[in-house]
């Protein structure tokens, strides 16, 4: 896409602007104006970014706009986001991430039932290595229609997932507060 800038009495005044359709001037309305090729007498001058890509940790500061003949030229430093703070960042989101994975396996079902999850899995867990059935489970089994074998057929499987989801959250967790410097963090997500 292309931008312009507005520039008045070779200052800049608005930045990454798309070319107005008609243009009011004290002459008459210019139309089609965002058709024409040489805008620049009318104070519409192309920008030419050369602002720096910023890695995920860093942003943008000092940015410069300066007229440079008929285009404006943009330019800009970067600098480092504190590594705590970048860290704490990437945290955020590893939970974010693990938590809308684990949404997805509860899709479905009623906060009742996801609530008493972890009393079910014990339970579940207890009878593929005694075949005893626990209260929870048996609740499970009433209400859903399934036989044990069935439930924990069905339950395991969704266990596994879980815990995989919250142990590759953990070694991510650690290896981000582990981490030395920016890219060392990037690295982990």
């Not at 940790?57 to 410069?64: D, G, K, S, Y």
Request: charge should be negative.
């Amino acid at each position: 896409m292309t931008y312009f800038a507005k520039v008045e009495s070779d200052i800049v005044v608005e930045t990454f602007i798309q070319l107005p359709r008609n243009l009011v001037t004290p002459e008459g309305v210019i139309s089609n104006f965002n058709k024409l090729t040489d805008v620049a007498a009318y104070g519409y001058y192309l920008i030419v970014d050369q602002r720096q890509v910023p890695e995920a940790w860093q942003e943008r500061v000092n940015v410069v706009n300066s007229v440079v003949g008929n285009t404006v030229e943009v330019t800009c430093d970067l600098a480092d986001t504190p590594l705590e703070g970048y860290k704490a960042q990437k945290i955020t989101k590893a939970y974010a991430n693990a938590n809308n994975q684990l949404d997805s396996l509860v899709e479905g079902y009623s906060q009742l039932e996801v609530a008493t999850w972890p009393m079910i899995q014990a339970d579940v867990l207890a009878f593929t290595a005694t075949a005893v059935i626990g209260s929870y489970m048996q609740a499970a089994i009433d209400t859903s229609g399934y036989s044990a074998q069935g439930l924990a057929d069905l339950l395991l499987p969704r266990f596994a997932e879980q815990a995989v989801i919250l142990a590759t959250r953990k070694t991510a967790v650690e290896a981000i507060m582990l981490a030395a410097d920016h890219a060392a963090v990037k690295a982990v997500t």
